[in-house]
Each structure stands twice: as C-alpha cells, then as structure tokens.
C-alpha cells in the first residue's frame, strides 16, 4: 500500500467525506464532512513533519520513494506497483464492506448512496 500512497488512511478519509460533500450539498454537511476532509488533508502534512523530524535524512530517502497523491511516486517511476502485494483477500473484504456499508445505508442513515436504490 504504501508503494501507492504513504498516507492510506487519510486519503480513505478524503475520499468518503468529500463524496458526503458533493452529494449532500447542504451548509450542515459542508461543516460536518468538510471537517473530516481537511482533517484527513492536515493529518498527511502532520505526519511528515513528524516523521522527518524524528527520522531525519533516512526520511528524506523514504519520501522520494513514495508520495503523499496516490500513484504519483508510481507515475514519477520512483516506484512500482507489484499487485500481488496487495493480496486477494484485502481487495475481497474491501469490496464487502463497501457492499455491505452501501446496502445498509439507507437503514443506518436514510439516505440512498446510489442512484436507483430508492426505487
């Protein structure tokens, strides 16, 4: 994952509240996800920082390898993308939750995540 993104868990943050955002479209979720989002943007620079201050140059070394924008490092060809370390069973239990999450979305928070499940 990390050859991807050095920062996963913030950019799953990014991701899920800036969908909210833009489909919600209302003041209330503009404060309530937009607050995740720039959560999740600002804990990615804080990390950094933290991790080049304690590791120092050997951090330097680890962040030309990687990037914080997902597949850049990969696109700059400082690194490869190797799928089978990624593994079948993460990628399955993913797309299970995310079918889960979504099937029980309007029981949970009445609200239809995708179109046409509200017919």
Same mark, same amino acid.
């Given at each position: @994952?990390?050859?991807?993104?050095?920062?996963?868990?913030?950019?799953?943050?990014?991701?899920?509240?800036?969908?909210?955002?833009?489909?919600? +479209?209302? =003041? &209330?979720?503009?404060?309530?996800?937009?607050?995740?989002?720039?959560?999740?943007?600002? #804990?990615?620079?804080? #990390?950094?920082?933290?991790? !080049?201050? *304690?590791? %120092?140059?050997?951090? $330097?070394? /680890? &962040? !030309? $390898?990687? *990037?914080?924008?997902?597949?850049?490092?990969? &696109?700059? %060809?400082?690194?490869?993308?190797?799928?089978? !370390?990624? +593994?079948?069973?993460?990628?399955?239990?993913?797309?299970? &939750?995310?079918?889960?999450?979504?099937?029980?979305?309007?029981?949970?928070? %009445? =609200? /239809?995540?995708?179109? %046409? @499940?509200?017919?």
């Amino acid at each position: @994952m990390l050859r991807i993104t050095r920062h996963p868990v913030p950019w799953g943050v990014v991701t899920w509240s800036s969908f909210h955002v833009f489909a919600n +479209g209302d =003041a &209330a979720s503009l404060v309530f996800f937009g607050s995740f989002l720039v959560s999740g943007l600002t #804990v990615m620079w804080l #990390v950094d920082r933290q991790m !080049e201050a *304690s590791l %120092g140059a050997d951090f $330097q070394t /680890y &962040a !030309e $390898q990687t *990037s914080v924008l997902p597949f850049a490092a990969i &696109a700059r %060809g400082k690194n490869r993308l190797v799928w089978r !370390e990624l +593994g079948v069973k993460p990628l399955l239990l993913v797309l299970a &939750a995310f079918s889960l999450i979504v099937s029980l979305h309007p029981w949970l928070f %009445g =609200a /239809y995540p995708l179109p %046409g @499940m509200d017919d």
